[in-house]
């Protein structure tokens, strides 16, 4: 018997106010594998995992001044603690993997338990200390940015951006930096951003793991639009991008452009959305086009192929690219099935080798402070293609999966 409850807490001492609240949340994760799958001489024909996060978040204020902080405590039972153990780059698609801050300049994570098919770790996922004044907003510590006119991807987004087959968006991971912000008395603003990180292998400060960036922002009558100026990872990178009402829809896009060693790399991101009612249901779709100049030609996906192309291999471990072509089209429609409830069908499809991934999200609100969220997720192609499975260096084996069940039930306080 599940029990619902809502809370939220807010005291004011002098000229203090203090915030507290958070969540819980269950997940159940489900996955079915092919017989030419690597992942079924792990698991089996199905595997399943088993998921438990606590969040505690506390947010104080006086005058200027503000404070935030984000407790969190993972539990993981189940098979993809064997993945995350033999395949460090395949985590199941949409499921993600535990939270860890290898890269991060401060260490705030801890392993609780780390075994088999069992694993815990508690870790602080935001904190930090800001000023806010009339024009300006200064906060340091852990926290998070987000960036871009993407809907499912998003390159101007260079600091943390979530996986475009994520299922809960609700938290964004938080890094460690020093952000800025001022605003114009025209309503424009220039945010800036420094996140100091860490070489995972010998765990030192690197300049090449770090990330500077500076975006200004600018409101028109009928359109807004960005410039980014950035050094992440030790390249050089420019973008620009907006929105615009055309008719009843809003166009969106950004154009980001690398400098690599080995030249100027582009990735690109257009869309457009639009809402409409239909049969007394509120409707919102959104068709997205993204190409990605880091990505693979074709369907060279293989291990010896991908090996050839260590930028991409970067930028996956690195959590900076979650797909290995060049070439996507993406759409979704949000359906208010009713007022409680929101059925949200998506497909992503890689157009160089005809692959896709259907999922299909289901939110519905069971109470003020309960939300189920579930999902299925369904893998479309010919072996040896993105979504159908990549071939591994094992003759025959695959980095392939089926239908996948996702469902969470969360409770706020």
Known sequence: MFLCLAASVTAAAA???????????????????????????????????????LRLNLRASRDRWSFESGYQLAL??????????NLPLAPVPAFGSLPGDGRRLFDLSSDLRHDDRFAAVHRLDRLWFGYAGEKAVLRFGRQAITWGNGMYFTPMDIVNPFDPTAIDT?????????????????????QGAVVVRRDPQPGGIRARESTAAVKYHRTLPRSE??????????????????????????????????????????????????????HERNMSGVIEYYFDGFGQHGRAYDATALAGNPG??????????????????????????????????????????????????????VSDGCTLLAALNVPVGPAGSEYGGIATALPGRYLSYELGVFAQLAWYF
């Open 170 to 190: 609700e938290y964004k991971g938080g890094d460690d930096m020093l952000y800025g912000q001022y605003l114009t008395d025209a309503g424009n603003d220039v």
């Open 312 to 365: 991409l291999l970067a930028r996956l471990a690195r959590g900076e690219a979650f797909t290995v072509g060049r070439h996507y089209v993406a759409g979704g429609v949000v359906i208010e099935m009713t007022p409680l409830w929101q059925l949200t069908p998506n497909l992503l499809v890689n157009a160089g080798d005809r692959s896709a991934l259907l999922q299909i999200v289901s939110r519905h609100d």
């Open 76 to 85: 993981l039972q189940g098979d993809s603690i064997e993945y995350s153990r």
């Open 15 to 53: 000229d203090t106010v203090t915030e507290f609240g958070g969540h819980t949340k269950m997940r159940l994760l489900g996955q079915m594998l092919p017989g030419d799958s690597i992942l079924h001489d792990l698991a089996g024909s199905s595997a399943l995992d088993l998921q438990a996060d």
């Open 225 to 278: 639009f960005d410039v980014l100026l950035a050094r992440s990872y030790g390249n050089w990178l420019g973008g620009i991008g907006g929105s615009r009402n055309v008719g009843g829809a809003v166009w969106r896009g950004d154009v980001v452009l690398t400098d690599e060693e080995s030249g100027v790399v582009a990735q690109l991101v257009t869309n457009l959305s639009y809402s409409w009612a239909w």
